[in-house]
């Protein structure tokens, strides 16, 4: 990576201002999954270590102009108070006369949160007057909310204009790990493409054929590929307009793209559905693909058995029911047990890593859906471009 790291700068007597992806599920007001959280901790307590004072910033959801008590970072810095061990103070907003004086009152080691980002309308416009109130709270910059690091916002591109902006570790090990996917992978690499639609991964579908050694595509995504092949999905979920992508797509591929050869299908899109293992070229009238069957779970194994690296993006089928789980949840034991790199890339496949059990076993699950994708398929994301060039 070739930016510049916490570790690049001076952090002694500091002000800093982090930014973090906070952006976690809530209920009665108390935080349900601290993942995130726990996520940024390594960075946190690094710059305390350092002898700074620590702001931190992150969006919550997305309230509807204006403050909204729903969306308060409040019980995030309670949460974070418990994992530190340590008071966190909360700020009555990002920016302002009373946010300022409370920022000039921190002393080494204090850590205070500020309220939600998108409580300003010009936080998601890119506002460079709002990204100068920000700025103008601390004197160094830390951007580790990877999630977000594909928008340019008024917190993560906006600031870096007015202070020197440098990774935290979580953002470094994003950059690093889903950087081997794109710039030097090691070989055999087989890239695993899943969830509904073509028409949101044509460009990292393109990017990733052209760098790896096996393609495997699943989920919706397969159906319109087996149609673009000409066989009848019947009911299952194909984007008409993406077919003509499809069959170019194929025929650039050749034999680099593994497409299921059976499919677990159902009567209706449901949980309680009746099912039945067929081939993909004998859909009966009425039915529907949702899973990918055991003959493609072999081959899937297979290619997987000789890969050094391995990148995989969305789920091979509906595994929210458990009816139409076990090919996703198979293609993560496989690769937990793979002995490979394996490089997750966030959203779906992050979750059905962690259902499955297996994330642990992962060399490398990304916090961000969003900006993982549009990493892989070779975009520059403002976020990381804002940060100084080691």
């Known amino acids: 990576m070739n930016k510049k790291t916490v570790k690049d700068i001076d ?31 390594p960075t946190i307590n690094y710059v305390l270590e350092q002898g700074a004072s620590l702001m931190l910033m992150s969006h919550l959801g997305r ?7 729903e969306f308060s970072l409040r019980a995030a810095s309670e949460a974070l108070a418990v994992l530190l061990g340590k008071p966190v103070q909360m700020a009555p907003d990002c920016v302002g006369a009373e946010v300022e004086a409370m920022a000039k009152t921190l002393k080494p080691g204090d850590v205070l949160m500020l309220e939600n980002t998108r409580f300003h309308k010009g936080e998601e416009k890119n506002d460079l007057d709002l990204a100068k ?17 594909h ?28 950087g081997r996917a794109v710039a030097n992978p090691e070989h055999p690499y087989i890239a695993i493409l899943g969830g509904a639609k073509i028409s949101d991964k044509i460009l990292v579908v393109e990017t990733l054929a052209s760098k790896c050694d096996k393609l495997i595509i699943g989920g919706g995504m397969a ?57 993909v070229d004998k859909i009966p009238t009425g039915w529907r693909m949702l899973d990918v069957g055991s003959k493609t779970i072999e081959a899937y194994k297979a290619v997987i058995g000789t890969a050094k690296l391995i990148v995989w993006n969305g789920p091979v089928g509906v595994f929210e029911m458990p009816k139409f789980a076990e090919g996703t949840f198979a293609l993560a034991r496989m690769l937990a047990e793979s002995g490979a790199i394996t490089v997750i890339g966030g959203g779906d496949s992050a979750s059905a890593v962690k259902k499955a059990g297996v994330a642990k076993q992962m060399t490398h699950v990304s916090t ?13 994301l403002p976020g990381v471009a804002a940060l100084l060039d080691k």
């Open 151 to 178: 928008r340019a916002h008024s917190s993560t591109e906006g600031i870096a204009r007015f202070l020197p902006a440098v990774s935290g570790f979580l953002m470094e090990q994003e950059l690093e790990y889903l």
């Open 368 to 380: 961000g859906g969003g900006a993982s994708l549009e990493f892989l398929e070779g975009k520059e």
């Open 63 to 69: 309230p509807k102009g204006g403050a909204d008590p």
């Open 223 to 279: 159906n319109t590929f087996l149609t673009a092949k000409g066989l009848n999905m019947q009911d299952s979920l194909v984007e008409a307009e993406a077919i003509e992508t499809a069959k170019s797509l194929l025929a650039k591929l050749g034999s680099k793209l593994i497409l299921p050869v059976d499919a677990v299908i159902a009567d209706k899109f449901d949980a309680e559905a009746n099912t039945q293992t067929v081939d």
């Open 133 to 149: 109130q920000m700025a103008a709270l601390g004197e160094v910059y830390v951007n580790d909310a990877f999630g977000s690091a």
């Open 11 to 41: 952090l002694k007597g500091k002000r800093v201002l982090m930014r973090v992806d906070f952006n976690v599920p809530m209920a009665d007001g108390k935080v349900t999954d601290d993942k995130r959280i726990k996520a940024a901790l």
